[in-house]
């Protein structure tokens, strides 16, 4: 079974950037699709992002297209979740996980990290 730990997470101003890493710490990702998801406070989790196990195919969410980009390093083992122009709505704890049913709006997580923290604020 994969498994992922996330890291990257950071307190950062609005419009401010950061890198999140997702690897694989028990498994290689040669063929997992891999989301990102996140939890913001008192909301419940929903995906931000998603990519294929080679990476031909991404798939990001409404509210973060055009800001965030996801890629992927096979040889390293690692997702990438790079995100520019950081909103205040963007806090939340961000998790990745294998997505078997692949990338879209209704993703289900095979297996997750523990989550990173991404805090946007002043």
């Known amino acids: 079974q994969v498994q992922l730990v996330e890291s990257g997470g950071d307190l950062v101003q609005p419009g401010g950037s950061l890198r999140l890493s997702c690897t694989a710490s028990a498994l290689r990702l040669n063929l997992e699709t891999i989301a990102w998801f996140r939890q913001a406070p008192g909301k419940e989790r929903e995906g931000a992002s998603c990519i294929s196990s080679f990476g031909g195919t991404t798939w990001y969410a409404d509210s973060v297209k055009g800001r965030f980009t996801i890629s992927r390093d096979n040889a390293k083992n690692t997702v990438y979740l790079q995100m520019n122009s950081l909103k205040p709505e963007d806090t939340a704890v961000y998790y990745c996980?294998?997505?078997?049913?692949?990338?879209?709006?209704?993703?289900?997580?095979?297996?997750w990290g523990q989550g990173t923290q991404v805090t946007v604020s002043s």
């Open positions: 996980g294998t997505v078997p049913g692949g990338c879209g709006s209704s993703m289900l997580v095979g297996s």
